[in-house]
């Protein structure tokens, strides 16, 4: 029996592929299921890897075709889930055009829309004159696609719901499938922090909107010299409005600060977002590494999968195949293998 501690993203994306490989599953979790204690929760759900090459290694790239692959595929076979490829668009200020050059410059497979382009592919960006279109990114939901998982979880493995297991505990289970040649696959996020030294938590506040007066059909981004924002379209007439990034593991409720900044650059989209209704404000910490990259540090028959920053959803298939291959004695592409830190070999 494999045991996987975490119902976010990484721990559901990992116990979906051990399932579909035969193997028996059990996942013991704090969360009630699937809720708000998971940072997964707060997530914008965007699978941009070319937008985010302008900050991001170039890895992410080869891990984004991966797990882009597999959110396809799942929610391909799952109706209550969707795979929205209508790419991303990014566009800034009118005054601040050399962002946007600048932007270009350090991304890849983008196409510059004139303000008719850009109108046709979005009408409620009628004040913005220049854009960047990647069309090739896509979105999903998160909560959608976390609920679709865990359902499958729930038929098919062992599960323990709002169980917070000590660090005891967990070295306990550990010492246990050592014994039985099974695997633990830790995937607690930053709640992990105490057992990786080299964490950090950066914090992410991010606000819903219910606005029946504007559409958009995918995530747009805003770059700003000190708001940068994105908003991503949900059902029912909502927008994820996300998301501040701030050196820090506190999961305080959001600051008023936060909030004015977010409301206001989003103001600069479109001046009719004013006249939404705030549905929800939300804030968690993304577990980061030094190099903003994942890990899957390998403790014997331990295996930590952390450190996915803004990328949960972008990198969490990727690193659960990793991790699953590991496990099934299947060979990873050696450039995904740089991931695996082996403890005994460090
Ligand atoms: C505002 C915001 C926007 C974001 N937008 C995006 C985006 O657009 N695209 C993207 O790819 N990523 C995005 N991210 C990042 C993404 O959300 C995270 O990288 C990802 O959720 C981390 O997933 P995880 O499974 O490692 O951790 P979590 O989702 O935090 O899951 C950890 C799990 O472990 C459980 N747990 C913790 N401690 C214990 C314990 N002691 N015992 C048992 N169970 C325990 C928790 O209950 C939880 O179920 C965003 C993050 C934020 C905050």
Same mark, same amino acid.
């Given at each position: #029996?494999?045991?996987?501690?975490?119902?976010?993203?990484?721990?559901?994306?990992?116990?979906?592929?051990?399932?579909?490989?035969?193997?028996?599953?059990?996942?013991?979790?704090?969360?009630?299921?699937? $809720?708000?204690?998971?940072?997964? /929760?707060?997530?914008?759900?965007?699978?941009?890897?070319?937008?985010?090459?302008?900050?991001?290694?170039?890895?992410?790239?080869?891990?984004?075709?991966?797990?882009?692959?597999?959110?396809?595929? +799942?929610?391909?076979?799952?109706?209550?889930?969707?795979?929205?490829?209508?790419?991303?668009?990014?566009?800034?200020?009118?005054?601040?055009?050399? #962002?946007?050059?600048?932007?270009?410059?350090?991304?890849?497979? /983008?196409?510059?829309?004139?303000?008719?382009?850009?109108? $046709?592919?979005? %009408?409620?960006?009628?004040?913005?004159? =220049?854009?960047? +279109?990647?069309?090739?990114?896509?979105?999903?939901? %998160?909560?959608?696609?976390?609920?679709?998982?865990?359902?499958?979880?729930?038929?098919?493995?062992?599960?323990?719901?709002?169980?917070?297991?000590?660090?005891?505990?967990? =070295?306990?289970?550990?010492?246990?499938?050592?014994?039985?040649?099974? /695997?633990?696959?830790?995937?607690?996020?930053?709640?992990?922090?105490?057992?990786?030294? $080299?964490?950090?938590?950066?914090?992410?506040? #991010?606000?819903?909107?219910?606005?029946?007066?504007?559409? @958009?059909?995918?995530?747009? &981004?805003? @770059?700003?010299?000190?708001? %940068?924002?994105?908003?991503?379209? &949900?059902?029912?007439?909502?927008?994820?409005?996300?998301?501040?990034?701030?050196?820090?593991?506190? !999961?305080?409720?959001?600051?008023?600060?936060?909030?004015?900044?977010?409301?206001?650059?989003?103001?600069?989209?479109?001046?009719? +977002?004013?006249?939404?209704?705030?549905?929800?404000?939300?804030?968690?910490? !993304?577990?980061? +590494?030094? $190099?903003?990259?994942?890990?899957?540090?390998?403790?014997?028959? !331990?295996? @930590?999968?952390?450190? #996915?920053?803004?990328?949960?959803?972008?990198?969490?298939?990727?690193?659960?195949?990793?991790?699953?291959? @590991?496990?099934?004695?299947?060979?990873?592409?050696?450039?995904?293998?740089?991931?695996?830190? =082996?403890?005994?070999?460090?």
């Amino acid at each position: #029996m494999i045991t996987i501690i975490g119902s976010g993203v990484v721990g559901l994306t990992c116990a979906d592929m051990l399932i579909d490989a035969g193997c028996q599953v059990q996942v013991i979790t704090a969360s009630t299921g699937v $809720d708000e204690s998971a940072c997964s /929760w707060w997530a914008g759900g965007m699978l941009a890897p070319y937008c985010e090459m302008e900050s991001a290694e170039p890895l992410i790239g080869e891990l984004s075709g991966i797990s882009m692959r597999y959110w396809q595929s +799942f929610c391909k076979y799952n109706a209550d889930c969707e795979y929205t490829d209508n790419g991303t668009v990014v566009i800034s200020p009118n005054r601040d055009q050399n #962002m946007l050059k600048h932007f270009a410059q350090k991304t890849q497979q /983008w196409k510059k829309l004139g303000a008719k382009q850009l109108h $046709d592919l979005e %009408p409620i960006l009628h004040q913005h004159q =220049d854009a960047l +279109f990647y069309p090739t990114e896509a979105h999903i939901e %998160p909560r959608r696609v976390l609920r679709v998982l865990w359902k499958k979880v729930c038929e098919h493995a062992k599960v323990v719901t709002s169980t917070t297991l000590s660090d005891a505990e967990i =070295d306990e289970l550990a010492t246990s499938a050592e014994k039985q040649d099974s /695997w633990l696959l830790d995937c607690r996020g930053y709640s992990a922090s105490a057992k990786l030294s $080299d964490i950090r938590g950066v914090r992410g506040e #991010m606000i819903h909107l219910y606005n029946t007066e504007l559409s @958009l059909s995918r995530p747009v &981004r805003l @770059l700003h010299p000190r708001f %940068p924002i994105y908003l991503v379209p &949900r059902a029912n007439q909502q927008f994820m409005l996300g998301a501040t990034m701030i050196e820090s593991a506190s !999961r305080e409720r959001a600051s008023v600060r936060s909030v004015m900044e977010l409301l206001s650059a989003v103001y600069a989209v479109n001046p009719a +977002f004013s006249q939404s209704e705030i549905v929800e404000i939300g804030v968690d910490v !993304r577990p980061t +590494f030094p $190099d903003n990259l994942p890990k899957i540090i390998k403790q014997g028959r !331990r295996l @930590l999968i952390n450190g #996915m920053y803004r990328h949960g959803y972008l990198l969490a298939p990727a690193c659960a195949k990793i991790a699953c291959d @590991l496990i099934l004695q299947h060979n990873s592409p050696p450039a995904l293998s740089a991931l695996i830190y =082996d403890e005994h070999s460090v």
